[in-house]
């Protein structure tokens, strides 16, 4: 009969095993607009696109760069620290499932007593013995509530939001070093351009001593050409250093000591990538700042679960078996054996509403990961349209710009011509030249922020497909 009482125990606890006191769940509603507002170059972006799955800085087609993304990769503080952390949640997530199975502990002691002689209740027996024991310990709660599924699935939500702030995190790494590295390329360019300048300035300071010193140049000439010629100089110690400084962040990034590292300069531009744009449906899907979000909501959801399931009676199925003796003869004996088994019913009788806070705080939690949800979908759609903005007005920038490169050669023609001729000043070929470095200056970083651009706008849409 008492195991006929059991059974029906069990049957019923098993019955109620398959409720869960989790809200049902879906993601929260944040607007999804038809089509991104700005226009521009863009293709259509397709699961199966050309472009190696994962390394979308090809798309600059640069060795170099492509060998610095490998080794930050490997190598990477920042990034080692977040798949560390990912490790974790996964171990969390394994930790919480552990515990919809039952639990079984081995034990085994050997001890030798004494008792007081003034012991309470003291009736005979030896004032020393022994008391030796081996056996097993095995319990398990019935989830009744959905209390440890609920904590499971917390879990898991929270470990598939850490491999998205992996991914994240090693977006944010590669694109923080393709943009330093167009930087670098185009701190390259700026000192080809003046370092062109200055010789042609020299030049320019030979020519008009050799005039001045027939009488046909002042000594202000010489000095305008002196002042033009150790200004260029000044600029290029400028962006010596700059290069340097952003050499050094690049050598952080690939995880080597800046005091090893160097990159030589690389006479060549960089091609101006098309980034494939998908619909903006599709960018809830690819940007894994969005998917974290999503999941830790998720998991907030199924904490009200966990907090509602504490309000409720929890039942444990628990049992020992093994063997026990004084320590005279052999431990392993049927006459030594012991067992026990039964259930234990615990239940909330008054907690002076610490258990209803909880449920409310859980609640609120849900509430404030729905909201950080749609916030970081509202910023993701901005972060987009920002790019393909600033991207579609640098390139009508850029092309105004090489036209007044363009007119500022010409120019600069221009007033050697009639300097040498004796119907223009010096000044007027300082002016000329001035606009002209000016104008080949902005068209270089014109283009070094068209290439940045389109890192920012990859890094906007999330990367590449998975």
């Known amino acids: 009969m008492p195991i006929a009482r059991l059974l029906l125990t069990g049957a019923a606890a098993l019955a109620l095993a398959g409720c869960s006191l989790a809200p049902a769940y879906a993601p929260p509603a944040t607007p999804v607009a038809a089509a991104f507002k700005e226009q521009g170059p863009w293709t259509p972006a397709q699961p199966a696109d050309a472009q190696p799955r994962g390394q979308w800085w090809a798309m600059f087609s640069d060795s170099v760069l492509d060998d610095l993304e490998a080794r930050a990769e490997k190598a990477n503080p920042g990034l080692a620290a977040a798949v560390a952390a990912y490790d974790q949640a996964r171990a969390f997530a394994a930790q919480a499932r552990a515990g919809l199975t039952p639990e079984i502990d081995g034990s085994a002691a050997a001890q030798r007593n004494r008792r007081s002689d003034n012991a309470p209740l003291r009736v005979g027996g030896p004032n020393s013995y022994s008391n030796n024991q081996a056996g097993v310990f095995a319990a398990y709660e019935v989830d009744l509530w959905g209390r440890l599924r609920n904590l499971a699935a917390g879990a898991g939500d929270r470990a598939q939001a850490s491999a998205a702030d992996l991914r994240s995190m090693r977006l944010s790494l590669q694109a923080d070093l393709a943009d330093d590295y167009l930087t670098l390329r185009g701190l390259d360019s700026q000192l080809r351009l003046l370092r062109t300048t200055a010789a042609a300035y020299q030049r320019a300071l030979d020519l008009t001593v050799i005039l001045h010193n027939g009488g046909n140049a002042t000594g202000l000439d010489v000095a305008r050409a002196e002042t033009q010629l150790s200004t260029a100089k000044a600029q290029i110690s400028d962006v010596v250093a700059q290069r340097a400084l952003m050499e050094h962040a690049i050598a952080a990034l690939v995880g080597e000591s800046a005091s090893n590292f160097s990159l030589p300069a690389v006479d060549r531009a960089l091609p101006q990538p098309v980034v494939a744009v998908s619909a903006p449906s599709v960018l809830l899907q690819r940007r894994p700042d969005i998917a ?30 093994g063997w026990q003796n004084a320590g005279a003869g052999s431990l392993l004996a049927a006459p030594n054996t012991f067992w026990m088994f039964g259930p234990q019913l615990l239940g909330p009788i008054f907690d002076g509403g610490r258990r209803r806070a909880g449920v409310q705080a859980s609640r609120a939690a849900f509430d404030e990961a729905s909201a950080n949800y749609r916030g970081v979908v509202l910023n993701a759609f901005r972060d987009v349209e920002d790019q393909m903005a600033l991207a579609n007005r640098l390139a009508a920038e850029a092309k105004d710009q090489t036209d007044a490169v363009t007119a500022a050669r010409r120019s600069v023609d221009l007033a050697n011509i009639r300097y040498l001729q004796g119907v223009a000043t010096y000044l007027d070929v300082v002016t000329a030249q001035t606009a002209a470095l000016t104008a080949e200056q902005s068209a270089i970083q014109l283009n070094t922020r068209r290439l940045q651009a389109s890192v920012n706008l990859t890094r906007a849409l999330g990367g590449v497909w998975s």
Do not use: K, W
Request: hydrophobic share 55%; proline share 3%.
């Open 292 to 321: 974290a979000a999503e999941r830790r909501a998720a998991a907030a959801n199924a904490d009200v679960g966990v907090a509602r399931a504490a309000q409720f009676p929890s039942l444990v199925l628990d049992g020992s078996a």
